[in-house]
């Protein structure tokens, strides 16, 4: 099992750019897929972007392709979202999580505290 801590997120401008990071403690990360979900007020959470745990295969969400990058450094034991061109509808409480089921299955796995996303028109 790993610890999560995130760092990252804010209020910006629609078209800005911001980094979310995901630290991990524990000495199991590099085993670990990792990814991003996010859920706004009154929808369902959605996975926005994963990785599996070598780096080899990558997810993305079909609104955010081509504007969000997910990295991972297993060294750091960190991974990344970067996020540009922000548009109003990506605002949302963003959270990391690790797991060593399916890329994309975040439900049964370690999540981070979560960080506040808010994009201004």
């Known amino acids: 099992q790993v610890q999560l801590a995130q760092s990252g997120g804010g209020l910006v401008q629609a078209g800005d750019s911001l980094r979310l990071s995901c630290a991990a403690t524990?000495?199991?990360?590099?085993?670990?897929?990792m990814g991003w979900f996010r859920q706004a007020p009154g929808k369902e959470r959605e996975v926005v972007a994963a990785?599996?745990?070598?780096?080899?295969?990558?997810y993305y969400l079909d609104s955010v392709k081509g504007r969000f990058t997910i990295s991972k450094d297993n060294a750091e034991k960190t991974v990344y979202l970067q996020m540009n061109s922000l548009k109003p509808e990506d605002t949302a409480e963003y959270y990391c999580?690790?797991?060593?089921?399916?890329?994309?299955?975040?439900?049964?796995?370690?999540w981070g505290q979560g960080t506040q996303v808010t994009v201004s028109s």
């Open positions: 999580y690790a797991t060593t089921l399916y890329y994309r299955t975040y439900e049964y796995g370690s």
């Open positions: 524990g000495r199991t990360f590099s085993s670990h897929n």
């Open positions: 990785i599996s745990a070598t780096g080899d295969n990558t």
